[in-house]
């Protein structure tokens, strides 16, 4: 629809710019009035021949004037939709009330007006200053969010974690990050499996470490340190009286956070 109007004006200027007769009018005669007046007597218009308005400027403005008068008052008639609206914060922006003018744009159009020509780049530019500016308001608010919402976060959180599609696109994730930083998980593994050594007591011997861990294996189970070889608090010990059988899903969520008698 808005294509082949927009088509038919552009089809109506290059006709007037292949004429130029018309264009080049210097006076011209209202529909309305019938006088012959001066161009500047009338407004612009884009859709026209002419590049003017077919009625005078007399004409266009006592008529808007009938259409207002014509409007009770507490009603105001659209400039867009041309619908008759009442004057109330559903009809119209706040800014907007109060002022004694009955050709408004409702709320409606206006919204559509400033999505239809704002510019989303600029925009996105916009926003990006606001966060920087108030970079510090952000944070606080979010602190407080979180704090005051935590069990509607953490379930909210469970359910989502809890979607197939969601833990197949995060072991998919895991596995492409693995692939893509192998180099850096090596390392961190090697690291891990050389602080396990160092934290072998000499009276502990590799064997019955090696024999647990084959039995653990057997039975479906991951080998876990009870207190953890290290975190930022303590250094447990590889050694058999510090070992624990968990399940993959225990030891993975308990990471190095929990061990008896922690503070
Ligand atoms: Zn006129
Ligand atoms: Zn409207």
């Excluded at 161009?39 to 077919?54: A, D, P, V």
């Excluded at 470490?209 to 303590?234: C, M, Q, R, T, W």
């Amino acid at each position: 629809m808005k294509t082949a109007k927009k088509n038919f004006t552009e089809q109506l200027r290059q006709n007037t710019a292949q004429e130029g007769v018309e264009h080049q009018l210097t006076e011209k005669e209202c529909s309305k009035c019938k006088k012959v007046k001066d161009r500047c007597e009338f407004y612009n218009s884009k859709r026209t021949r002419s590049g003017l308005q077919s009625q005078c400027k007399e004409c266009k403005r006592s008529k808007l004037a009938n259409e207002k008068a014509s409007i009770p008052d507490g009603l105001f008639k659209c400039s867009r939709c041309d619908q008759i609206k009442e004057v109330n914060l559903d009809n119209l922006h706040k800014d907007r009330i109060g002022k004694s003018n009955k050709m408004l744009m409702c709320k409606v159009c206006r919204t559509k007006r400033s999505y239809e020509t704002s510019d989303k780049l600029a925009q996105k530019e916009r926003h990006k200053k606001w966060r920087a500016i108030n970079k510090d308001k952000i944070a606080r608010y979010k602190k407080n969010y979180v704090s005051n919402n935590r069990d509607k976060i953490a379930s909210k959180d469970k359910e989502y974690r809890s979607k197939s599609e969601v833990k197949l696109k995060r072991r998919e994730y895991e596995r492409e990050y693995y692939k893509n930083n192998r180099e850096k998980m090596i390392a961190i593994s090697c690291a891990y499996d050389s602080r396990v050594r160092k934290a072998r007591p000499a009276w502990q011997e590799q064997k019955y470490i090696n024999e647990y861990y084959k039995n653990a294996k057997s039975l479906g189970f991951e080998v876990d340190h009870i207190v953890p070889i290290k975190s930022k608090l303590v250094c447990g010990l590889h050694c058999i009286d510090n070992f624990q059988m968990l399940t993959r899903k225990e030891n993975a969520s308990k990471g190095n956070r929990f061990w008896p008698d922690m503070p």
